[in-house]
T-cell receptor, first 114, second 112 residues
Framework: GAGVSQSPSNKVTEKGKDVELRCDPI?????LYWYRQRLGQGLEFLIY????????KSGLPSDRFSAERTGESVSTLTIQRTQQEDSAVYLC????????????FGPGTRLTVT | QKEVEQNSGPLSVPEGAIASLNCTYS??????FFWYRQYSGKSPELIMSIYSNGDKEDGRFTAQLNKASQYVSLLIRDSQPSDSATYLC????????????FGTGTLLAVQP
């Protein structure tokens, strides 16, 4: 079946602009995750959704970052007033519900802030 | 700070040899352990999960877990040039979250 999809695949934005990144999880997966990977570095956890609620948002780096999920499906990650340090690949993953931790990743959105 | 540590490599092995990748973690409460493969410019791909002490085999891959030593490893038998990639160790710390904490990865280079 279809995997996790993300859009856009690439986004170039000017410093100070807002951006929205989208994630479509695997059908039937109730858990959804956002991670960030800076160039040459490991993955950093940002936020975890179970259904439409976010029991763990401990990785969001500042109040400029927010995320929502609707209909237990699509999620959007919004970054307001982007800074150059926000440049990274933003990865979305999904898994079956509570207790299942095998996470499957989408192709990512490469964000470049100029 | 809950950490997952890996040797960054590169680990260079000849084609056909066994590649051994290692990972240690700091949180004793960790419950679930994963190995992902990441090719350059691509997203991570899940290759193994392991939840209990011992070995778990899947094709050419064997994951080994020792919770007492807080150590997890991945063996790749009959290594192929196509196995050349960065291997990421990931750990779920347990509790109320499903998040994964990732190591920075080990770069494996299989020489033809």
């Amino acid at each position: 079946g279809a995997g996790v999809s993300q859009s856009p695949s690439n986004k170039v934005t000017e410093k100070g602009k807002d951006v929205e990144l989208r994630c479509d999880p695997i059908s039937g997966h109730t858990a959804l995750y956002w991670y960030r990977q800076r160039l040459g570095q490991g993955l950093e956890f940002l936020i975890y959704f179970q259904g439409n609620s976010a029991p763990d948002k401990s990785g969001l780096p500042s109040d400029r970052f927010s995320a929502e999920r609707t209909g237990e499906s699509v999620s959007t990650l919004t970054i307001q007033r982007t800074q150059q340090e926000d440049s990274a690949v933003y990865l979305c993953a999904s898994s079956y519900g509570l207790g299942s931790y095998e996470q499957y990743f989408g192709p990512g959105t490469r964000l470049t802030v100029t | 700070q809950k950490e997952v540590e890996q040797n960054s490599g590169p680990l260079s092995v000849p084609e056909g040899a066994i590649a051994s990748l290692n990972c240690t973690y700091s949180d004793r409460g960790s419950q679930s352990f994963f190995w992902y493969r990441q090719y350059s410019g691509k997203s991570p791909e899940l290759i193994m999960s392991i939840y209990s002490n011992g070995d778990k085999e899947d094709g050419r891959f064997t994951a080994q877990l020792n919770k007492a030593s807080q150590y997890v490893s991945l063996l790749i038998r009959d290594s192929q040039p196509s196995d050349s990639a960065t291997y990421l160790c990931a750990v779920n710390p347990g509790g109320a979250t499903n998040k994964l904490i990732f190591g920075t990865g080990t770069l494996l280079a299989v020489q033809p």
